[in-house]
């Protein structure tokens, strides 16, 4: 297989959008990152494009095609990819398995959504794209919407780890604050305000423990990473960011629990650290999936970043802030930069891109060389239904 | 690149199954193409399903997780593609691609649809999943439902190669009786009887000049393709079946037509003789989209196996049936095999499997060695949205 590199990405800015569609987003999107990697419309072969939902002005589907013709790219190889919270991850995993296979040369990734109920078609007004979610068989009947699932998975990591409910809510809140933190420092992200552990323990309750802002937005937005082979990749740009590993995997049912996670990301990270050669040691900059604040806590002892039920130590240190000694979530994570579900895996990568390349700004984690993403997506009888790992180096 | 082979496939009877749901009818196909294929769940390593629409009571994602766990693969890599009626070749696509890059040595590629109305959730009742295209910017809200579109399609063709209206009438009916006879030897065809000229020309009116037999029905069905690498086919199976070519193309918009198909084709078409070295001569049995009768006539021509207003007198002369020189649509096509969306594509390389390896029972072609299957998805202002040609061979 081929080596393969990012050669460049592009952002829409995440926010709520009523009045713009997804070909409006998407163009943007496309032109920002076709700019950054000195790449021609007619260069890219083939296209992936990650989207969850559709817009009631374009039907259901072939939003690539759409988008793409805009900026004059047609008549090549278009597909849709989802995975729900995932799809963007997945989208991206294509677009490299297209070109490391050495069928094409350039490849571009599009995870794009559009939140804003107003305009989700048939998914019509308070009811929003979280409905969706509703319809999950016996879960989805009985009620189980994200906030309350994670509210589970936060109560079982409070007994399994014997702490107590007030350690709990401030481990939370202080994922809270560092992302919102770091989202005040990055002009893409819906939220760019700083927050207070006051502000966080104070906020509404949602589903204990979760409060209001242990919970991200879910705007709108795009994002956009173009890939090359190593070879090709080198006409384009002096600054390639090298796919080294990006893997995937499912949950596995287990009896014993219904809210199975660690193995899936366990799994899939060590198929990432056989495939690169890289270690835990060697990562300098990380994005996890923090839907909600919990979660952070959760995957990043699931992918050993901390021991378990010690992540929380972590974060009353500082060593996963700006400037401490593994900064995770540095864009404002999903809490801070939002969760538009197609956008959100690809805009992750586009962090690391920035970081590795040292145009990360205020958000710069210096001397950055190797960066680690992981995006979640759905739930199936009690296992996730989809992790993806990334690992990208300078 | 890796060679790669399809070393089973499996259907579900396409019909209408109100009382069945996407994971009933997964489970059944998936079984019969591991059995036909005689590999078991757990060599399974990575897989792709294309649906377009959703099950309300599995939420609108992740059919491929739902129905994989129920024959025991969990685990793997598991991602939706969608191309609104490619979407089943572009399923089969991915799954070649993650083999023919040496990254994997077994995939499976899922094509399913619910297409029942009274299941579809939130597009309910009467409205059914073709109303999705309604939304389809300009063009859906100015009316344009599939049989207008293919309506004018019809009647350019008429124009263009000046005919009379019953001529073309006549050619359009010689598609449905020559495909409606097919499916009457196809056990998993949706309608297994024939029809006659005069039920075709005495059907009811749908869109000038497309009669109510020249349209596909829409039914559910699920259909599965197992491939493997040459090496590791070679264990399961002494019949493999070698994916020669896949190639998939998206329209270029057109100033001087609104109903762009011809080049799209050729273009995919081109590429996919020119990757296998196969050429038309060596072609003995195809499956063409045929979602109208009209459909079969311009695809055919596009492709190059009639001379452009030529594909009636080969319909005529018989050389498109079983037993002609080019036997098209040997399965009964979507006129009569049916037409759930994502199953579709999938549904016909199940055919030219089995016609490769002599198992097509009272339809089989004699001494088939390449099969070709063709499969339309979407339209985009004026442009066919993505087409797919594959290749087949013994």
Redesign the interface.
Known sequence: ?KEVAIVGVGLCKFGVYPERSVRDMGEEAIWNALQHANVQPKDIQIAYCGT?G?????????HG??ML?LVGI???????????CCTGS?AF??AW??V????YDISIAIGVEKMSPQQM???KGEKGITT??????ME?SMGLYPPNLFSMMANRYQERNGISREELRKYMALVSVKNRFNGSLNPNATFQKTVTMEDVLNSRMIADPIQLLDCCPEPDGCAVAILASEEVARKFTTKPVYVAAT???????SEESALEYEE?NQ?ALKEAYEFSGIGAEDIDVVQVHDCFTISEILWCEALGFAKPGEYGKLLEEGETELGGKLPINTDGGLLAKGHPLGATGIGQIAEIVYQLRGEAGKRQVDGAKVGLCQNEG?L??G?M??TSIHILKK
């Open positions: 297989m969850v559709w817009d009631p002005s374009l039907g259901c589907s072939q095609q759409v013709d047609t008549g090549i190889p278009i597909t849709r990819v989802e995975n729900m997945c995993r294509e398995i297209a490391a296979s050495g069928l078609g048939d998914v969706l979610f509703q319809g999950n068989d989805g893997t995937q995997a499912t949950g596995i049912r899936m799994r759905g199936y009888r296992t239904g989809n």
